[in-house]
Every structure is written in C-alpha cells, then in structure tokens.
Nanobody, 117 residues
Framework: QVQLVESGGGLVQSGGSLRLSCVAS????????MGWYRRAPGKQRELVAT???????NYADSLKGRFTISRGSAKSTMYLQINSLKPEDTAVYYC???????????WGQGTQVTVSS
C-alpha cells in the first residue's frame, strides 16, 4: 500500500504563489508516475500535470507556463509550484501516484487552494 499526503495549500491573493507538496509513504519503491489533479467547485476533477519516474513532465495545455511539477531526489516526494495564481485556480489539489502493484493507483486526500481577487 501507498499513502499520499498533500500539504501547502491555503488562501492566497491573486498574483501570488504557492508550492504544494506530496509525500508518499509505504510501498514507495512500487511508485512509477505521479501527478497533480484538481477539482474546482462545481466542476469535474482535471489533470494539472504529471511526472514520470525518469522526470519527464506533462502539463494540461491551459496551465502551461504557471505550473511546475517536480519530484524530490528520493522520488517519494512531489511538488507543484504555482505562480501568478488566479481566482480560477481555486480548487482542491490532489496528489496521484501509479504503482506497479495492485491497486496500481493511489490518491491523496487533497489540499485546498483558494485564490482571492
């Protein structure tokens, strides 16, 4: 089993920055790709960015430029740097990890990001 815990969310003014963190524990050697997703109020969960175990990244087209995903050297931590925050970035941000072992995918509980105008 893998446990994912996000942190770093909060209330920030428009134009500000935040750095979200995700720490994995448990069977971390089984983790391959990781990613960040978000769910805004009244909307479906959407992809923000993903990163492979080798460090290759992929971003949602609409979010390129303001978001930067990265992983720590131990590969059990992941970060999301968000710059120039906008009110429409208000959402719960979720950490996701894929694993070589059943159940093959894990989710964190989420961290709330609220951007005031």
């Amino acid at each position: 089993q893998v446990q994912l815990v996000e942190s770093g969310g909060g209330l920030v003014q428009s134009g500000g920055s935040l750095r979200l963190s995700c720490v994995a524990s448990g069977y971390i050697s089984s983790i391959t790709d990781m990613g960040w997703y978000r769910r805004a109020p009244g909307k479906q969960r959407e992809l923000v960015a993903t990163i492979t175990s080798g460090g290759s990244t992929n971003y949602a087209d609409s979010l390129k430029g303001r978001f930067t995903i990265s992983r720590g050297s131990a590969k059990s931590t992941m970060y999301l740097q968000i710059n120039s925050l906008k009110p429409e970035d208000t959402a719960v941000y979720y950490c996701n990890a894929h694993s070589r072992a059943i159940p093959y995918e894990y989710w964190g509980q989420g961290t709330q990001v609220t951007v005031s105008s």
